[in-house]
């Protein structure tokens, strides 16, 4: 229980057995990007052709903002009782946290888009003519790059007035390139196109992003 | 020392007047363009100004992170040496793509390694704090500007206002990442200030080669730069824009100079009334 990976099992345990419990996160998120999806549908309007190029964008500026509603709540719940405090007199690795909030974070994030997908095939009429696993090679890295940023910039913003704001004004500027790289590669791979330069731009930017913020995580933690 | 910001004033006035002489009316009228291409002698020494002082506010807040342990102090200085050693070399032992100079890639070996090591033995650990608000600031003007006079020069040659072209884009990305570096600073609480903004500008500084590939994929409408290549530009017009440049510098060194006298002042103000403060017996908070 006590090594590093022990600690992450434990935090990542407790905190999806908090969300199972209340569904708090997965809830808000859902209800989100159904109305951004909604929304979405009836300002365009769009054909079976036109949907392949705008589907990329809608879908992940869909899921990016969805993604804010919990990245926000992500360390919510660690200060109301100064638990944030308690992890940090104690010897347990910061890392350790990091990596349990993200796992988390991208657990909630991958369910969310497994619910919605379905959802947009089925408002925007879409049928890929690329391999449908890149889709999900794409999904997997997108999100990562999405929720290792924003965890770790969710940490910095508690430590600032109205952190709510403060999320989306820091994560957004960063997360462009992969932003990019998420929605191209998507309208690539549904209109039958190669997209390896985005993913390797996707792998590039998820590994040094990750080991940036894993070894800044603990100064962050710390600031005082 | 004393009257080394006074003389600097008075060589700036007499740079920037000179330069916008020899802008306006010096420099040969540019044969299809017209008068319009004379704004490219505020448009490009305002861009390389911006990108030099995003440069140094990295490189600042490097410093302000690893120097409270003498151990990264010491790993960091070793990889900024190394660094620009690795790209002097590069200069003469790789081949370089077509229209980079091998001076060019020598000078910006030399220019990450002096500028780093310049800095560290300039200022110690909690002046880096301010050199880095400092450069952020007054770059994210300068990047303004260039954002501004790119427009107005786009409309009559290219009959549009905007593209979103490679060079285009990516400054008006790195202006949203130093503009959100402004906002944490702005937003955050006093105390921790320095670190959080530090360790935004370095990941936003390692966010600046994945704008440029990722916009690279698209096409390019923008001309391509004049100094690579070398022969496409009159030599009366280089000179020029290089007078141009050095006047901005000369502005931005001003500028800067000044905004982080106001700014050390300012924090030795507010320290005074925190110690007031505590020494008081009334315990009156100012």
Redo the contacts between chains.
Sequence with gaps: MSTPTGITRATLHKDLRLEWRSKDAINSMLFFSLLVVVVFSFSFDPSAEESRQIAGGLIWVAFLFAAVVALNQTWAREIRNQVLDAYRVSPAPPNSLFLAKTLGNFIFVIVLEALMTPLFIAFYRLRSLGPVWQLLLVAVLGTWALVVNGTFFAAMSLRTRSREIMLPLLLFPISIPALLAMVQSTTAILSGEGARFWIVLLVTYDLVFTTVCLLLFETVLNAE | MKHAFPILGVVTAILLSFALYEALIGAPTEQTMGDVQRIFYYHVPSAWTAFTLFFINFIASVQY?VRSSSSADRVASYVAGGVGLVVFAAAFFVPLPMGIRPSAVATTGLLIAGLYFLIRSLFSQPATDVLALVSAEVGVVFCTVVLVTGPIWARPVWGIWWTWDMRLTSTL?LW??Y??YL??RR???S??TP??AA??A???A??VP??Y???W?FRTQHPQPVMGDGGSIDPRMLNVLLLNWLAFSCFALLVCWSRYRLETLQREVDQAHALESLLDPRGSVR
């Design positions: 992170l990305v949203l990442i503009v959100s906002f944490l937003f955050s609480s105390g921790q670190l959080l360790v935004l370095v990941l936003g390692l966010c994945f704008v590939f990722s916009i994929f």
